[in-house]
């Protein structure tokens, strides 16, 4: 069994930065990991996703250029560095791992999932 456990959320003002962790055990991360979020009364939706090597990512149009996904292995943590936060990146943030390939996108490829953690933008 896999446990993931985010960190790092907090309250930001717009244009700030914050950067997530989330950290693997029960076994090694060497599965594709991605990002998700959810916003009250929105459907949970893609955000980022990082290859088990960190060698390819994919981001969803709404973080490209303000949002990073990488990763260490050996300390079995993925991160989500997010810059030039707006008060729509106002969410529940999950990282979530995939045994698939491809790093997907949709979240009913994904097969573990966090707890989550809040991440509020103010204006």
């Known amino acids: 069994q896999v446990q993931l456990v985010e960190s790092g959320g907090g309250l930001v003002q717009a244009g700030g930065s914050l950067r997530l962790s989330c950290v693997a055990s029960?076994?090694?991360?060497?599965?594709?990991m991605g990002w998700f979020r959810q916003a009250p009364g929105k459907e949970r939706e893609f955000v980022a996703a990082?290859?088990?090597?960190?060698?390819?990512?994919r981001y969803a149009d709404s973080v490209k250029g303000r949002f990073t996904a990488s990763r260490d292995n050996a300390k079995n943590t993925v991160y989500l560095q997010m810059n030039s936060l707006k008060p729509e990146d106002t969410a529940v943030y999950y990282c979530?791992?995939?045994?698939?390939?491809?790093?997907?996108?949709?979240?009913?490829?994904?097969?573990?999932w966090g707890q989550g953690t809040q991440v509020t933008v103010s204006s």
């Open positions: 990082i290859s088990w090597r960190g060698g390819n990512t």
């Open positions: 029960g076994r090694a991360i060497v599965y594709d």
């Open positions: 979530a791992q995939s045994i698939r390939i491809g790093i997907p996108s949709r979240v009913d490829e994904y097969d573990y």
